[in-house]
């Protein structure tokens, strides 16, 4: 489960996980182990993420996501 804070309607939530997410996550995690944060922000070498206290950017997630999806209008 993966909790959602303020999601939709400002409303918290907790909901499923796919196992093939959570595998990717987790190989993402070892790149960066934060004790705290999924996605951390790691600093302009990509080096400070174990001990960063601030998550990355939204700016930066929507992105990433955006690129991994391959959107064309974005290219």
Known sequence: MIHVHRGKGAKDRYIPLPEATYALLRRYWIMHRNPKLIFPAVGRGGQEGARSTVPMSIEG??????EGKGCSRHR
């Open 61 to 66: 997630v929507q992105g990433a996501l955006k």
